[in-house]
C-alpha cells in the first residue's frame, strides 16, 4: 500500500468520490498511468482502507499470469461473498446457491447474475461496495476486458448508487477507446504535479530503515544522495522502489555510490533491471552451470502459465548436473542462485508459495532481443518451453498409470476422495499434466525438428501418446481440469496438423483427433468420477478408431450385446450419440439450444412462435432445428447461430403435435390438430403437393422410412397411414389393427416392416409394401407401449413398457437372454446407470430414454433396453474394484 504522506490528494480524491452516493454521483473511476506510475498501489490502498468499512473486492491481471483470467467476475464474487456485511454476503451466497454452474457460464452472464442480480436487491443499503479490478491492460485477452468495461456502462445504473467500480489500466489502445467513450471520472497519473514530493519521502522512509538495519549514520544518506535518486527515477514509483531494494540487498553505501556513479548509463526501470541482472550474472560468470541454471529459472518463471513455486522450479530442474549430491536443491536455488535478484524477484519464506517476478516489465525486457541483444540473460521462450516440455513428458511417461489414487471403488465420486487425490498427485506431477501441452507446441517449431534435442522430446512424446494418454485423461480429471484437458487435445491437433509433409505421421493424427472427440463426447462422466474413463467412456468408444486400437485393453466394462459405433460422426452438431448440442421447447414460446458438455445455453433463447412449442426435431446432419408450434406454425433454424432460417411455414389450421425429417434432410414432415399431415421442402420452405388428408382425428406422430420414399402417420383415431414421400398420395388403406390411441410406431433397417405401439398394452407389425398386418397383436406388457424397436441385426424386437423380447417368425416372448439376472434392478437417469442408489455406468445419447431400465446379473453383466436398443454390458471388471 501507499506510504503514509504520499499520494495524499489522489486517496482523498478516490474517498470522496466513494462517499458520494447521490443521483448524480458517478459510478465508476478509473486510474490510467504508465507502467510503473503506481497504479496498483493506489488500487491496493482503497481496498485496504474500505475492507473494513464496507464491502470490497479487488482482482489484479498479471501478464504472463493468466491462469484465472476467465474467472475474475467469480473471484471478485466469492471475495464480496466474505463480506463482513450480512446485507451483502447473504445476497451474493443466495445467488450462488440458485445458480451453482454461474462459473461455467459466460462473461456477460456472469456479471448480470453475481452483480446485476445480487446487489440491485441493496437499495438503500448503508455500506459501500467496493469492486476493484486492476491492471486491465495485463488480460491476456483484450476483448473480455472491453466488454467487462461495456457491461459496466450497460448496467451500473441498474445498481444502487453504494456500489462503485475502480478500475487501473494503463493507456493502450483498445482499452483507452472502451473507456474514453464513455466519459467516466479519470485519474491520470501521468499528469499528476509533484509527484516527485511523494518519491522522495518513499525513499527518506526506505532509507531511514536500511540505516538501522546496516547501522548506519543519521546523515546517510545525504539530500544530495536522495535527489539524485529521485531524478533517476523520472517519476516511476515501480523505479524508486526497484532502487531501494537494491540498495538494501548488500552493502548499502556501495550501491548507492554504483547507482548514482552510472546515472548517466543507467535511467529508468530498463537500465536499473539491466544493472542488477549484470551483476547477478557477474557472480556466476566463472561457473558454467551456474550460469546455466540462473537463464534457466528465469526463463522459466517467464514462459510459467502462471506464477510456480520454489519447490515446483527445483522438481523441474532437479536433472541438472549441478545438484548431484546437493541434499536440498530448494535451499540452493534460494540462497546461491537466486539471491542476487531479491531486488527483482521476491523469494517467499515458504517453499511451496509461488514466486513472482515484481513487475512485468522485467518479463518484457528478458524477452526482448533488441532491449538486451548483447546481454547473457536474455531468454529465449521457445528454447525455455522445448526444455521444459521435454521435462514435463518425461515426468508423465514416468509417473503416471492407471487408477493412480489405487481407488477401491469405481463408483465414488472425485468429490469424495479429494485427500485421497492430494497424497497421490503431487504440484509437480499436476503442472507437467496441465502444461506439458502448452510447452511442446509453443517449443517445438517443423524448422528445427533436424535437431536432437527437438528429436528426443517427440520420442517422449510419442511414447506417451501411445502408453499414457488415459492416465494423463485421469489425473486431469481428479484434480477438477477437464476443460483444460479438451483445449489441450485441440491445441495438439492443430500442433500435428502444422507437420511438413515427409514428416507427417498420421497415426498420431488420428490419435489426437481420436483423443479432443473422445472428452467432448464423454466429458460429464469423465468429470464426475476418474474411473469412469476406462468404464462409461472406453468402452463405448467407436471400434474403428485409433485410440480404440491403442487402448481398448484398458477397458474395465465390455458391450457383450449392442450397438458399437465404428467412427465418430462427421459432425458434433448433431442431436444423436455423440452430440454437442441439444434443444428443449417451452410454453414460454420458445427452442433453447443447449451445450451437453457444459449443460449451459447455446446463445439466446430461438424466439418468433407466438405459442407454445409442441415438438422439435434436429436434421440428420444436426445443422438444421425444425420446431412446431400451437401457433399453426413451422420455423427452421441454423443449430450454429441460432438464426431462423427463412419465414415461418403456414398452412396448417390447428397445432403442430409432431415434425421429423427425411433421412436426406430434404424434406420436412408435419402433424397437427388439423387432422392432416403437410411436407415441405427443407431449403425453400415451399409446401410439396397438397395436405394429406384422411385422418379422423390429430395427428400425433409422423416418421419417415429408412429411404426416405414412405411417411407413416399416427393418429389419434387409432389409425396408421402410409404415404408416399414423392407424391403424398395414401398407399393403401389405414391399418387398423390396434386397437386404441397410437403411441408410437417405427421401420424395421430394411423399412419393409412397421411396428406401432398402443394405449392396450399391444403390439402390431405391419408389412409395409401391402398394408398387410403381420400375425396378431403382440401382448405380454403390463402397460402402455412408450416406444418400440428392432434390435440393429433386425432379427429380434423390442418393444418398451418393461423389458420385453421377441423373436421372429413367431415373435413370442423371449426370455433366453434374461435368464440369469438377479432380482437387483437398475435404472438410467440423467444419463447413468444407477444401481443401489448409485452411479455405475454413463451412457451415450443412443441408450438415454426417461424411463430406460433393466437388471444387473450376480456376474456382473446389464441388460439394458431404452429408447435404440437391447444392450448386455459386462462391468465385472469395474465391480472387482
Known sequence: VCLHGTRVETLERIDRWIKDTSDSAERVLWIRGMAGRGKSTIASTVGHRWASKGSCAIFHFRRGQNALDGQFICALARQLGKSLVPEVKNAILHCVKENEDIAKERLDQQFKTLFVGSLEKLRGHAHPIIIIVDALDECKNVMDTVRFVRLIDEHSSFLP??????????????????LESRKWRAEDLDSIPRVDEDITRFIQNACAQIRGDHDLPETWPSLTEVKGIVEMSQGLFQWARTAVTYISGGSPDHRLQDLLQRSSKWSGLDDLYHQILSKAFNEVEKDSMRRELLSWVLGTLIVAPYPMSLEV?????????IFKGQKNIVQFLRKDILADLNSLLPIPTSSSEPVRLMHTSIRDLLTARERCESQRYLIDPMEVHRRL?????????????QNICNLPDILMANSEIKDSIDDHISKDLRYCCRFWSTHLTAGVTWSETAATTTSLILTKFRVVSEEKLLSWLEVMSLIGAM??????????????????????DGSLISLWNDIQRFIAAFFEPMLFGA?????????????????????ASQATSRILLGKRQLNWRANIWTSSANSAVRASVSDDNTVRLWDVQTRTPLGNPLTGHSDEIESAVFSSDGKVLASGSSDETVRLWDVQTGASLGKPLTGHTSWIETVAFSPDGKILASGSGDNTVRLWAVETGALLGEPLTGHRNSINSVTFSPDGKVVASGSHDNTVRLWDALTGTPLGDPLTGNGSNIRSFIFSQDGKVLISGSNDNTVQLWEVQTGAPLGDRLSGQSGTIESALFQQSGET?????????????TYRVCDGLLSNLSSQPVRVRSNWVIWNSKRLMWLPAHYRSQYSHGRISSLGSIALVSGALLSILDVSDSLKL
Open 161 to 178: 448508487t453504494r456500489v462503485k467500480f475502480l478500475l487501473t489500466c494503463r493507456p493502450e489502445a483498445p482499452l483507452l477507446v472502451a
Open 313 to 321: 522450479i527445483a522438481f523441474l530442474h532437479a536433472d541438472h548436473t
Open 389 to 401: 516440455a521435454g521435462v514435463s513428458l518425461q515426468v508423465i511417461a514416468r509417473d503416471l498409470k
Open 483 to 504: 476443460a483444460e484437458a479438451g483445449s489441450a487435445a485441440k491445441q495438439v491437433y492443430q500442433w500435428l496438423l502444422r507437420w511438413p509433409g515427409e514428416m507427417s
Open 531 to 551: 474411473l469412469h474413463i476406462y468404464s462409461s467412456a472406453l468402452p463405448h468408444t467407436p471400434v474403428g478408431t485409433r485410440l480404440w486400437a491403442k487402448y
Open 797 to 809: 424386437l423390442i418393444s418398451r413398457s418393461a423389458v420385453q423380447l421377441w423373436d421372429p417368425p
